[in-house]
């Protein structure tokens, strides 16, 4: 059974900075595409970041500057760190990874974690 955890959510000020780290664990056989995504109260789900197995990363260009996505294939492990945060990135986090878990390149999801930008 595949699961990714998210962790590293949290309250912060605006213009704090959090890291997100979301580990995959169970059975992978190999990891594609990772990415994060958010979705904000009333919104629909929306993509803020990708990162290719080679680490090429692209962003949404609301937070390009400001996020930055990593990746630890060892660890199968993906990484968000956010800088100069805004209130409009409240939302929760998800992370998504298109794996090999024996039968074939499926998207998994993480459970999500809160993030809340306030003063």
């Known amino acids: 059974q595949v699961q990714l955890v998210e962790s590293g959510g949290g309250l912060v000020q605006p213009g704090g900075s959090l890291r997100l780290p979301c580990a995959a664990s169970g059975r992978i056989y190999s990891i594609n595409v990772m990415a994060w995504y958010r979705q904000a109260p009333g919104k629909q789900r929306e993509l803020v970041a990708t990162i290719t197995s080679g680490r090429r990363a692209n962003y949404a260009d609301s937070v390009a500057g400001r996020f930055t996505i990593s990746r630890d294939n060892a660890k199968n492990t993906v990484y968000l760190q956010m800088n100069s945060l805004k209130p409009e990135d409240t939302a929760v986090y998800y992370c998504?990874?298109?794996?090999?878990?024996?039968?074939?390149?499926?998207?998994?999801w993480g459970q999500g974690t809160q993030v809340t930008v306030s003063s």
């Open positions: 998504n990874a298109d794996l090999h878990d024996g039968s074939g390149f499926i998207d998994y």
